[in-house]
């Protein structure tokens, strides 16, 4: 028989395949235990679940879902575009923030080009840019975070794209505004520098985002927000970009024509309007991280400070850890990939759903 991964090119079939937290249902299935009685901390999702006027204004849009969705999310683009005052043609809308880094890569990409992230960061960037045919250059991590004057040194002429995570998944490391507007000013402006702000929300006001002031200066400037984590609607898919209109222009060339559905643009667009939602998401999250952090600690257990909705934890057997916590129905997040070995990412849910975690987790380590 003939081997048919031979029908597609090197660099498709290098890839490995993106995994994602485990799903409830798959560990129900697989140590047989109750739906109910499992806590899933490893996606990063709110566990307030999605703002209330959405799920009402969703209920009503399905009577339309046998209809095709506006290819070009015009209601969605004119409640971001008012929200972050950016032009309608600034904005290009995907099927998660995923897919406005593939579209990056796609629309910006060839092979032979070289993409910059850093080591530890998400791993959607190398996937992008493999896919592409392109060549991923890692910069070392200092301290788990972002090492811009090493991105600096590693641009070469065939450096076509950097990816910037801020905050950084899964380190949730934060790079201060001076240190990455200094390092825009510094990259050459044939380079697209690509800003995913997915944990934006959960940011201070001190440390939240100024990025999008920044466009007018750089216009090689894409920004990625998604609709995933603090307004609660990973399971409908939906991010957005904002960047010059002439980058919009050629992301969008590529972008599938319906790849936002409808019901996402209706729970999105409501979503956006609903702040106190989303005051209460961040109120939730910082009162989480601190139970999280605070029981760590009493474990002995070192962490990385985290600016996001998750902390990574260091735990001698770390997989073997995993596995006893998945035996007791609490999903959390190997990070081995990221080149951690040695921790744990744990998403910060409900206050009940953070003290399972601790009970159990100590109970593991005493054992």
């Known amino acids: 028989m003939s081997d048919l991964s031979n029908l597609a090119p090197a660099n498709i079939r290098a890839i490995a395949p993106y995994q994602g937290g485990k799903p409830i249902s798959e560990l129900a299935r697989e140590m047989g235990l109750n739906e109910a009685d499992i806590v899933k901390l490893a996606s990063n999702e709110n566990p307030l679940g999605m703002s209330p006027k959405a799920q009402m204004a969703l209920e009503e849009a399905l009577a339309e879902i046998s209809r095709y969705p506006d290819g070009n999310s015009f209601t969605l683009r004119d409640a971001v575009s008012k929200k972050y005052a950016v032009q309608a043609a600034q904005i290009v809308f995907g099927n998660g923030s995923n897919d406005i880094l593939e579209l990056a890569a796609r629309a910006f990409l060839t092979a032979g080009d070289e993409v910059i992230y850093s080591q530890h960061a998400f791993a959607v960037y190398p996937l992008v840019t493999q896919a592409a045919g392109a060549t991923g250059v890692v910069v070392p991590a200092i301290e788990f975070g972002h090492d811009l004057p090493g991105f600096l040194q590693a641009i070469t002429p065939k450096t076509k794209l950097i990816f910037v995570a801020n905050p950084n998944n899964p380190t949730g490391t ?6 990455l507007s200094h390092f825009l000013q510094q990259v050459p402006r044939h380079i697209v520098v690509v800003l995913d702000e997915a944990y934006d929300e959960y940011l201070s006001e001190a440390d939240k985002s100024e990025a999008i002031s920044w466009l007018a200066e750089f216009e090689n400037l894409i920004i990625s927000r998604t609709f995933s984590k603090a307004y609660g609607l990973a399971g409908l898919r939906v991010g957005f970009g904002l960047m010059h209109a002439a980058l919009a222009d050629l992301m969008n060339r590529v972008r599938q024509p319906f790849n936002v559905n409808s019901l996402a643009q209706v729970a999105a667009t409501v979503s956006l309007q609903d702040e106190d ?8 999250n910082q009162a989480g991280m601190a139970q999280i952090t605070q029981g760590l600690t009493r474990l002995g257990l070192s962490f990385i400070s985290s600016f996001g909705n998750f902390v990574s934890f ?3 057997n770390a997989g073997a850890v995993n596995q006893a916590l998945l035996k007791q129905g609490v999903i959390v997040r190997p990070v081995a990939n990221y080149e951690m070995p040695d921790y744990l990412r744990v998403s910060i849910g409900l206050f009940s759903e953070n003290a399972r975690f601790l009970e159990v987790l100590e109970k593991i380590l005493g054992s």
């Open 314 to 316: 260091k735990v001698t």
């Open 277 to 284: 939602f989303v005051a209460r998401s961040y109120a939730a």
């Open 174 to 179: 934060l790079i201060a505004k001076p240190v």
